[in-house]
T-cell receptor, first 111, second 113 residues
Framework: NAGVTQTPKFRVLKTGQSMTLLCAQD?????MYWYRQDPGMGLRLIHY???????AKGEVPDGYNVSRLKKQNFLLGLESAAPSQTSVYFC??????????FGQGTRLTVV | SQKIEQNSEALNIQEGKTATLTCNYT??????LQWYRQDPGRGPVFLLL???NEKEKRKERLKVTFDTTLKQSLFHITASQPADSATYLC????????????WGAGTKLIIKP
């Protein structure tokens, strides 16, 4: 099993550009999450989903949108990238609010 | 404010000794607390979960304690090995957090041969 797969692994964007990060899980998990991780700070929840077709805002949702059209996929969109969105993004999935499985991360730089 | 605090300074331990990492929290009544390991350039990996009504949990060389009076969890690695070197993250789940994980920033552990 692949677990949780994120694409791309690295990306450089110019300010104002848009992009979509893709997360795919093959464990049939209901819950999926998008986090960002910045130096010296804990993981911060951007958006999450408790099932196919549902999404909810986390701690830092501004500037991001998400969609969960299929149970196995959770997409994170940046409509107009800003330098403050330079970060490492992690996707995770879980059966419920218990142990989470993480992807390898996407390192995004906005210049 | 609501906080989870882990020692931001790296912890250096001699191989074979017990490493103890601390996770303190304020303004939460966690339903449970989790510990994860994160290696450079990788995502966190789940290690242990302890519930509010449990004092201690063990898994092989790992032990977690949970003191709701002190608002603290301790994470122990006995007989430490260089391969245990990593950053260790604690995260809690609470009704106050809408049952979503709230994360500490992690403590870097270095095991020296």
């Amino acid at each position: 099993n692949a677990g949780v797969t994120q694409t791309p692994k690295f990306r450089v964007l110019k300010t104002g550009q848009s992009m979509t990060l893709l997360c795919a899980q093959d464990m049939n998990h209901e819950y999926m999450y998008w986090y960002r991780q910045d130096p010296g700070m804990g993981l911060r929840l951007i958006h999450y989903s408790v099932g196919e077709g549902t999404t909810a805002k986390g701690e830092v949702p501004d500037g991001y949108n998400v969609s969960r059209l299929k149970k196995q996929n959770f997409l994170l969109g940046l409509e107009s990238a800003a330098p403050s969105q330079t970060s490492v993004y992690f996707c995770a999935s879980s059966w419920g609010v218990t142990d989470a499985f993480f992807g390898q991360g996407t390192r995004l730089t906005v210049v | 404010s609501q906080k989870i605090e882990q020692n931001s300074e790296a912890l250096n331990i001699q191989e074979g000794k017990t490493a103890t990492l601390t996770c303190n929290y304020t303004n939460y009544s966690p339903a449970y607390l989790q510990w994860y390991r994160q290696d450079p350039g990788r995502g966190p990996v789940f290690l242990l979960l302890i519930r509010e009504n449990e004092k201690e949990k063990r898994k092989e060389r790992l032990k977690v304690t949970f003191d709701t009076t002190l608002k603290q969890s301790l994470f122990h690695i006995t007989a430490s090995q260089p391969a245990d070197s990593a950053t260790y993250l604690c995260a809690l789940v609470s009704p106050r957090s809408n049952y979503q994980l709230i994360w500490g920033a992690g403590t870097k552990l270095i095991i020296k041969p």
